[in-house]
């Protein structure tokens, strides 16, 4: 099925530790971004992309890394994973036109637990 | 700077009556799109309903329709006919349009209403 297909969908990791989470759509959606939802805190924006080789900072972008070498794929790596860290990723796509963004799609989600 | 409030942390309704979820935004900026997405038990984000800042009439989706009063920020979600299936979490987005060339696909959102639908 066509989409935004994130993985992992649950880790764990030990605090220290790094690791990538996948987002990879087929779409060909220029726009792709990655949020983390806290409890009652809604969907802040980390890291997006509106292309390939073009990336930018979000609201809450420290400790996060991104690049985008494809149009299709858009990691998200942890540099060294802190508790605080903990949360649900979600990335996204969208297509642009007449200069709007608009069909968002997003991954069913990624929960990370940090110990 | 862009924020959107949804003053409404939880709600209950009444099965097969109508809801109503509020919404408010704020930006500078005269061209901008409005967005409801709901969030079940499951996690996965479902999109609702868009109304765009130059849209003259409300948006409307089967028992969804967007209650736009661009002169008060407001961009209230309707539910009419609550079913079960309908209890989730209910988040207002924002981004902002620029037909210049340049584009701002960010989404802004507000940290969402739980809707309980009661039998």
């Known amino acids: 099925n066509a989409g935004v297909t994130q993985t992992p969908k649950f880790q764990v990791l030990k605090t220290g530790q790094s690791m990538t989470l996948q987002c990879a759509q087929d779409m060909n959606h220029e726009y792709m971004s990655w949020y983390r939802q806290d409890p009652g805190m809604g969907l802040r924006l980390i890291h997006y992309s509106v292309g390939a080789g073009i990336t930018d900072q979000g609201e809450v972008p420290n400790g996060y890394n991104v690049s985008r070498s494809t149009t299709e794929d858009f990691p998200l790596r942890l540099l060294s994973a802190a508790p605080s860290q903990t949360s649900v990723y979600f990335c996204?796509?969208?297509?642009?036109?007449?200069?709007?963004?608009?069909?968002?799609?997003f991954g069913s989600g990624t929960r990370l637990t940090v110990v | 700077a862009q924020k959107i409030t949804q003053t409404q942390p939880g709600m209950f309704v009444q099965e097969k009556e109508a809801v109503t979820l509020d919404c408010t935004y704020d930006?500078?900026?005269?061209?901008?799109?409005l967005f409801w997405y709901k969030q079940p038990s499951s996690g996965e984000m479902i999109f609702l309903i868009y109304?765009?800042?130059?849209?003259?009439q409300n948006a409307t989706e089967g028992r969804y329709s967007l209650n736009f009063q661009k002169a008060r920020k407001s961009a209230n979600l309707v539910i009419s006919a609550s079913q079960l299936g309908d209890s989730a979490m209910y988040f207002c987005a924002m981004s902002l349009v620029a037909y210049y060339g340049g584009s701002q696909g960010n989404l802004i959102f507000g940290k969402g209403t739980k809707l309980s639908v009661k039998p």
């Open positions: 109304q765009g800042s130059y849209d003259e």
């Open positions: 930006t500078s900026d005269q061209s901008y799109g």
């Open positions: 996204a796509s969208s297509y642009s036109k007449a200069g709007g963004y608009y069909g968002y799609t």
